[in-house]
């Protein structure tokens, strides 16, 4: 049996090995934190670096997305004769407030007014005109002013039998900038889109469209590097594909970094328990940002078509009556579809719903919103019509396009669909009153007969919409 004396010295050496493990985890803990300090601080740069790349091609995606859209609109619509395209282009600008075709070379072709005949022939100078014609993309121009309003200009490039054309369709720079309001947002810094002189297109602060850079040296810096650090903000400026644009992004230098100095002054229990929690936090966070988006799209979109649903057709027009623009509904509803339900059963019916909602998109303009009301019904948001023709157009191209027989599951399935319209006017000042106007204006057309396009009237207030 051991001595008292034994065991005691044991107990001494145990305490001691305690100590020295204690103090070499100390000691290692410091060491590692010392060595992988600048480490840490690397990997933040470069996770910034890529949201903000991230930031940059979806800006690009974003403004590129009708490339395929409008090209196809432009070549079955504006390859015709230079002698024919002042008349095409006057029938085409509905909601438009011009349009114009060059040759590549920059040579005005046709210009709806004639007037812009005479500025058009300085567009071939646009930064935005050139990319397109080298790259064969849908490109933008710099921000001009039409009107004191700041306007971008997409160039369409698209060929025909004689050469190269490009469209040239003018857009308002604030709804640009408020698509792009929540894709720039995913930093804890500024956020800028500028044209090739600076300009701002869209920002994440106050920014006006149109004006400069408020903070004069980071603009200055951002024109001369990609990245680099500005009176205490580090920053990254990106081109943006399909323009001669930059993503500029600024963060404080001392927030970038301060988890890196903060981890670097706790011991390795505290740094341990530290990152436990952050990966927690950031797993949880996760979680949870990915399933509230899946929520809100769920809530706003059609689980068949994947159309925008009722509430986000409201909260579109309520938004563009809020800016004062000119807007009509369109209120759809299909002509014998009950009859396909019932003979070929409920797939089949949710299979030609999905086929009608790519027609409607295909059939209406870049700028107008289509979405499912419920049912066989679906919904058009017209902006930029100033009257009832300009809906009117809208609506007999979906009428031609929803009257060609479908192929839905090897069958041969032919349907119609009866149109009502309404316009924002005295009758309806309201995105409520302006789908219960069309509503009536389409139970008008089923009455007459189904297939029909209907106008609202101010002697259909009194009738209640079935």
């Known amino acids: 049996m051991p001595s008292r004396k034994l065991i005691v010295r044991l107990r001494q050496i145990a305490a001691v090995c305690a100590v020295v493990l204690a103090v070499g985890l100390v000691a290692a803990v410091g060491l590692y934190l010392s060595n992988t300090q600048e480490d840490a601080r690397e990997r933040i740069v470069a996770d910034f670096d890529a949201r903000a790349r991230l930031v940059a091609g979806v800006t690009g995606d974003s403004i590129t997305a009708s490339d395929a859209k409008t090209r196809e609109w432009a070549m079955t619509t504006f390859a015709g004769s230079a002698a024919d395209l002042g008349a095409v282009l006057d029938v085409q600008r509905v909601g438009i407030n011009w349009l114009v075709v060059l040759r590549a070379d920059g040579t005005v072709l046709g210009a709806s007014p004639r007037s812009m005949a005479k500025p058009a022939a300085s567009f071939s100078g646009s930064p935005g005109f050139r990319l397109a014609v080298t790259t064969g ?37 604030s ?64 081109p943006v594909a399909g323009s001669a644009w930059r993503v500029i992004i600024a963060t404080p230098r001392a927030a970038l970094l301060g988890p890196v100095q903060e981890t670097n002054r706790v011991a390795w229990l505290v740094f341990a328990g530290f990152a436990a929690a952050v990966t927690l936090i950031i797993v949880i966070g996760a979680a949870s940002v990915i399933s509230s988006a899946r929520l809100a799209h769920a809530r706003l979109h059609d689980t ?11 909260e579109r027009a309520e938004a563009a009556i809020a800016q004062k623009r000119p807007v009509a509904a369109l209120f759809l509803d299909l002509d014998g579809f009950k009859p396909v339900n019932d003979t070929y059963g409920h797939a089949t019916g949710d299979a030609l719903l999905a086929a009608v909602a790519l027609r409607l998109l295909a059939a209406t303009r870049p700028e107008d919103f289509v979405s499912r009301f419920g049912g066989d019904e679906f919904l058009v948001l017209c902006r930029g019509v100033r009257d009832d023709h300009g809906a009117y157009a809208v609506a007999d191209r979906i009428s031609d ?3 060609r027989p479908f192929e839905i599951n090897g069958r041969t399935i032919t349907i119609g669909v009866s149109i ?25 057309a089923k009455r007459n007969g189904r297939g029909r396009i209907e106008e609202f009237t101010p002697e259909l207030a009194g009738q209640r919409a079935g």
């Open 304 to 314: 068949l078509t994947g159309l925008p649903n009722r509430a986000l057709f409201l």
């Open 420 to 444: 009502g319209i309404a316009v924002l006017d005295a009758y309806a000042e309201s995105a409520a009153t302006l789908v219960h106007n069309a509503d009536l204006a389409l139970y008008q």
């Open 137 to 173: 993309r849908l490109s933008y121009g710099d921000v001009t002013l039409e009107d004191a309003v700041p306007s971008l200009y997409a160039f369409q490039p698209y060929r025909t039998t004689g050469g190269t054309r490009v469209l040239v369709v003018p857009t308002a720079a």
């Open 401 to 403: 396009e929803l009257s």
């Open 175 to 238: 709804d640009l900038a408020g698509a792009l309001g929540s894709t720039l947002d995913v930093t804890a810094g500024r956020t800028y889109v500028v044209d090739s002189v600076g300009v701002v297109v869209a920002a994440t602060d106050n920014t006006p469209v149109g004006q400069p850079v408020p903070d004069r040296s980071l603009a200055t810096a951002a024109q001369r590097s990609v990245h680099g650090v500005v009176d205490g903000d580090y920053f990254l400026s990106l």
